[in-house]
T-cell receptor
């Protein structure tokens, strides 16, 4: 079965601290992986995506993610969190051609940033 | 980048009335559009996939007679919630893509409240 698991429903970090959000997936074909961020009442913004090549992917806003095939993981990291990073984060897996299949989303992780 | 808009951004209606939500791709031709529903503090749930000029494909458990989807042009898809009831209150998000893209582009969402 195809699925995405984000084990942490809620994470609180202090501003300036490092961050890692976990994502594990189960997908029958070659996985194409995405991280999105959603601010309250807003749509989704793409942070980064992995299709092939270097397994460490750089994204916007200082985020990066590492694809580990052996662990079926695609964890999101940021070395120093800013208060504006507080939001909901979704990991998703989907097909290479975005119009040929659906994205499967994880349950989301709420990030709270302490001053 | 590719931009997707939704209209309205929020709507309040009375129980029993119908509501139409528009999703537009502003700077590209979207051969495929997706409609999602999101309950508070939850992930996105795919409702249906629509390809331009074809009938929408609904996910299991989604009532096609209640959630009417039309994708009559390459830049516009509409979702009509018919005979809305309070349990239809939710955040509805669309996304759009085409074969040349390897990601979906998300609209800002529409908040529907049924009284």
């Amino acid at each position: 079965a195809q699925s995405v698991t984000q084990p942490d429903i809620h994470i609180t970090v202090s501003e300036g601290a490092s961050l890692e959000l976990r994502c594990n997936y189960s997908y029958g074909a070659t996985p194409y992986l995405f991280w999105y961020v959603q601010s309250p009442g807003q749509g989704l913004q793409l942070l980064l995506k992995y299709f092939s090549g270097d397994t460490l992917v750089q994204g916007i806003k200082g985020f990066e993610a590492e694809f580990k095939r052996s662990q079926s993981s695609f964890n999101l990291r940021k070395p120093s969190v800013h208060w504006s990073d507080a939001a909901e984060y979704f990991c998703a897996v989907g097909p290479y051609s975005s119009n040929t299949g659906k994205l499967i989303f994880g349950q989301g992780t709420t990030l709270q940033v302490k001053p | 980048g590719a931009v997707v808009s939704q209209h309205p951004s929020w709507v309040i209606c009375k129980s029993g009335t119908s509501v139409k939500i528009e999703c537009r791709s502003l700077d590209f031709q979207a051969t495929t559009m997706f409609w999602y529903r999101q309950f508070p503090k939850q992930s996105l749930m795919l409702m249906a996939t629509s390809n331009e000029g074809s009938k929408a494909t609904y996910e299991q458990g989604v009532e096609k007679d209640k959630f009417l989807i039309n994708h009559a042009s390459l830049t516009l898809s509409t979702l009509t919630v018919t005979s809305a009831h309070p349990e239809d209150s939710s955040f509805y998000i669309c996304s759009a893509t085409q074969a040349a893209y390897n990601e979906q582009f998300f609209g800002p969402g529409t908040r529907l409240t049924v009284l």
